[in-house]
T-cell receptor, first 119, second 114 residues
Framework: DTEVTQTPKHLVMGMTNKKSLKCEQH?????MYWYKQKAKKPPELMFVYSYEKLSINESVPSRFSPECPNSSLLNLHLHALQPEDSALYLC??????????????????FGEGSRLTVL | QKEVEQDPGPLSVPEGAIVSLNCTYS??????FMWYRQYSRKGPELLMYTYSSGNKEDGRFTAQVDKSSKYISLFIRDSQPSDSATYLC??????????????FGTGTSLTVIP
């Protein structure tokens, strides 16, 4: 079983709705990620949080708003989405952050994903 | 040129066959190499992780990394129908300020026929 937990597993929303995706990990990882995955494509990076600070935003539209309340939690707030935003949204975490002297592994662990459908 | 190249398949093999999945890459700074298995409509599951060059074995799975050729492989022995999934390779290098950047292959779709 994955140690990265995402809720909800499925979400259907209209273009005027506001909803949130939630992610939790208890592996002590200090980097957390949001990816978007379309059918038959690899995951596409959206955001990276490093020590609870946003470190990478891959030019994601402002209708997606990430939040990292603490080192274990990651949220993705959704507002005024478009039908083309329908996809599997994956949360992931990793330990090693590339800081000088840091030790640890470079594995990236994914959650099961939240399947989003925008009507 | 993409950072990571992976043959998308699809690959279809009979049960019990040995499966070989491969990725090539262009960035010699990659240090960490991963293989994921992804079932339809599920998140990717980490199967194998290797740091730098060498082989790693876990049950029916063997991962190989050849940094000199910039080539990684995943071998599945005695393949089972339950191995039918998409297999993604991924790799990363640690950067000082932003942490790991992960680069994915496009995935290979595997079907194991009973």
């Amino acid at each position: 079983d994955t140690e990265v937990t995402q809720t909800p597993k499925h979400l259907v929303m209209g273009m005027t709705n506001k909803k949130s995706l939630k992610c939790e990990q208890h592996m002590g990882h200090r980097a957390m990620y949001w990816y978007k995955q379309k059918a038959k494509k690899p995951p596409e990076l959206m955001f990276v949080y490093s020590y609870e600070k946003l470190s990478i935003n891959e030019s994601v539209p402002s209708r997606f708003s990430p939040e990292c309340p603490n080192s274990s939690l990651l949220n993705l707030h959704l507002h005024a989405l478009q039908p083309e935003d329908s996809a599997l949204y994956l949360c992931a975490s990793s330990q090693r952050l590339g800081r000088r002297g840091a030790s640890g592994t470079g594995e990236l662990f994914f959650g099961e994903g939240s399947r989003l459908t925008v009507l | 040129q993409k950072e990571v190249e992976q043959d998308p398949g699809p690959l279809s093999v009979p049960e019990g066959a040995i499966v070989s999945l491969n990725c090539t890459y262009s960035n010699s700074a990659f240090q960490y190499f991963m293989w994921y298995r992804q079932y339809s409509r599920k998140g990717p599951e980490l199967l194998m992780y290797t740091y730098s060059s060498g082989n790693k074995e876990d049950g029916r799975f063997t991962a190989q990394v050849d940094k000199s050729s910039k080539y990684i492989s995943l071998f599945i022995r005695d393949s089972q129908p339950s191995d039918s999934a998409t297999y993604l390779c991924a790799m990363s290098h640690a950067t000082l300020n932003t942490g790991n950047q992960f680069y994915f292959g496009t995935g290979t779709s595997l079907t194991v026929i009973p």
